[in-house]
């Protein structure tokens, strides 16, 4: 690969294939992967990484809650199947290679300059960052929202999409593992606004690939049905309650856009709606 080292735009491909040598360098012996062209590099990468984010977190998280903790968060009657959980992944990893194109493709644009991305915080200062990850992350919060919003409103994106999903309707399917048992392009859009956001507002490179993998363990999180009533964020209370109305709370990491556009239910709020 050509030498990018002495341009802005070369510190970008410098720092993706820093993460690849140390991601695949330690998964997979090197005649595997240093063959690849750099953006199958990238791609094999993020496909790895966020397997494991995906099955570590789940594993962690439902040992704790249905093992460790049996019966102190979820109710025995109210743990999903293993049959349930299995299903759960099987779609996951059917999607998971399509999941992980869109951080690679956004890693793509970014290391040619079609992004407003910097590539260190020194550049800009700490104020600017912090201001300029927090226009990102309404953005995000916004672009999530309406995203998930449609996907419900549009009949055939529902249907054909993001009912995938919504098989998991009750308690009982519910679990870590459906966090990311999307239709490959469900998912896909959901993940958009991560992306949109890199052509609206500058933003560190880095900081966003953290942000992006994030997803994996938030996911996890907000399907697990315990309610952690911790204001404003959209915890799993609020989440089961979507997967029990399918019109409510449609909000990803708070409730503001749902308060703001007037679909906000309360877990607490609602007894005819109690899920725990």
């Known amino acids: 690969m050509e030498d990018h080292g002495s341009t802005y735009l070369g510190l970008f491909v410098d720092e993706t294939t820093f993460y690849n040598r140390i991601v695949l360098g330690s998964l997979l012996p090197s005649r595997v992967w240093e063959p690849l062209p750099h953006f199958l590099q990238t791609w094999l990468r993020n496909y790895l990484g966020g397997t494991l984010i995906y099955f570590l977190s789940g594993f962690l998280w439902c040992f704790y809650i249905y093992y460790w903790k049996r019966n102190v968060y979820v109710p025995e009657d109210a743990i999903p199947s293993k049959k349930a959980m299995l299903l759960q992944i099987f779609v996951t990893m059917k999607a998971m290679p399509w999941y992980t194109a869109l951080p690679s493709l956004s890693e793509y644009m970014v290391e040619n300059g079609w992004t407003k991305c910097f590539s260190r915080i020194s550049d800009i200062g700490m104020l600017a960052y912090l201001v300029y990850l927090a226009t990102y992350l309404v953005i ?13 409103d549009i009949k055939p994106l529902y249907k054909y999409l993001h009912a995938t999903h919504h098989v998991y309707n009750k308690q009982n399917t519910l679990s870590p593992f459906a966090g990311l048992a ?29 942000l992006l993998f994030l997803e994996a363990i938030w996911t996890a999180n907000i399907h697990d049905c315990i309610h952690s009533n911790l204001w404003p964020v959209m915890g799993a209370g609020y989440h089961t309650i979507h997967h029990t109305t399918y019109r409510h709370n449609y909000g990803h990491y708070t409730i503001c856009m749902d308060w703001i556009f007037g679909t906000l239910r309360d877990p607490l709020d609602d007894g005819s709606k109690k899920v725990m």
């Open 140 to 152: 995000v919060e916004f672009g999530i929202y309406w995203m998930h919003r449609e996907l419900h």
């Open 182 to 210: 999307f239709h490959p392009l469900d998912g896909i859009l959901q993940a958009v606004p991560h992306v949109a956001a890199l052509f609206l507002v500058p933003t560190h490179f880095t900081t966003h690939i953290v």
